[in-house]
């Protein structure tokens, strides 16, 4: 797998929809399994606590020709949102202070260009729209590709992983409370697996398939 194909999987750290790309066209499916959105803030100076999004879904238009035409689509339920405190965890998805998990209850990202690709560090920057309690605002990505090329769990299916990081403000999104006591900026991190969707598609639906039988299994088997 080529630089130019790599870097567009990147892209998936965050999400678009394609339209019209060149003739060389894969479509990826970003794995939930082994991504993941996590950031951290400031809390009055005293720590560093942090949450993440375990739920990570979206599909990346890898265009091979031309890397920066390429596009990401992706989608993250807020109630995926784990900060591994269920009393913080109530706070942040059910008083409304800060999302607003009943009305808008998916975070969104749709990549717009993909820009200052570096072939010898294997960087990028992916510029897209994150959409949270449903205001949308542009955010600049920092990437780097880990590593491409064929995934032994998914038949040797072609496959990509990368990192990427930012900083956004939260009272850009209507969650301003408690500012600037608790950090404004919220500094994310993200890790993103993905693999040819064909292949993927296959994986899950084994999956499903070898549950079901196991289930059936089960249900036949007489009880002592």
Same mark, same amino acid.
């Given at each position: 797998?080529?630089?130019?194909?790599?870097?567009?999987?990147?892209?998936?750290?965050?999400?678009?929809?394609?339209?019209?790309?060149?003739?060389?066209?894969?479509?990826?499916?970003?794995?939930?399994?082994?991504?993941?959105?996590?950031?951290?803030?400031?809390?009055?100076?005293?720590?560093?606590?942090?949450?993440?999004?375990?739920?990570?879904?979206?599909? *990346?238009?890898?265009?091979?020709?031309?890397?920066?035409?390429?596009?990401?689509?992706?989608?993250?339920?807020?109630?995926?949102?784990?900060?591994?405190?269920?009393?913080?965890?109530?706070?942040?998805?059910?008083?409304?202070?800060?999302?607003?998990?009943?009305?808008?209850?998916?975070?969104?990202?749709?990549?717009?260009?993909?820009?200052?690709?570096?072939?010898?560090?294997?960087?990028?920057?992916?510029?897209?729209?994150?959409?949270?309690?449903?205001?949308?605002?542009?955010?600049?990505?920092?990437?780097?590709?880990?590593?491409?090329?064929?995934?032994?769990?998914?038949?040797?299916?072609?496959?990509?992983?990368?990192?990427?990081?930012?900083? *956004?403000?939260?009272?850009?999104?209507?969650?301003?409370?408690?500012?600037?006591?608790?950090?404004?900026?919220?500094?994310?991190? *993200?890790?993103?697996?993905?693999?040819?969707?064909?292949?993927?598609?296959?994986?899950?639906?084994?999956?499903?398939?070898?549950?079901?039988?196991?289930?059936?299994?089960?249900?036949?088997?007489?009880?002592?």
């Amino acid at each position: 797998m080529n630089m130019f194909r790599s870097l567009a999987l990147a892209a998936a750290l965050a999400g678009t929809s394609l339209t019209a790309l060149a003739d060389k066209v894969v479509t990826y499916t970003i794995d939930p399994g082994h991504t993941q959105v996590r950031f951290t803030w400031n809390h009055l100076g005293f720590s560093m606590p942090g949450a993440v999004f375990t739920d990570v879904n979206g599909s *990346i238009e890898g265009n091979h020709d031309a890397p920066e035409k390429s596009v990401i689509n992706v989608s993250i339920p807020v109630k995926s949102l784990d900060s591994h405190v269920p009393l913080l965890n109530e706070h942040l998805l059910q008083s409304g202070d800060y999302f607003k998990a009943r009305e808008f209850p998916t975070v969104t990202f749709r990549s717009k260009e993909i820009r200052d690709l570096d072939r010898s560090k294997q960087s990028f920057k992916l510029v897209g729209d994150l959409t949270v309690n449903g205001i949308s605002r542009e955010v600049v990505l920092d990437g780097l590709l880990n590593k491409a090329g064929a995934h032994p769990f998914y038949e040797n299916a072609e496959a990509a992983g990368f990192n990427a990081t930012t900083t *956004i403000r939260r009272s850009d999104f209507g969650m301003g409370k408690h500012v600037p006591m608790v950090s404004d900026e919220l500094d994310v991190r *993200i890790t993103v697996e993905a693999v040819e969707a064909g292949a993927y598609k296959a994986a899950v639906e084994k999956q499903k398939r070898e549950a079901g039988k196991a289930k059936a299994k089960q249900a036949k088997t007489p009880k002592k």
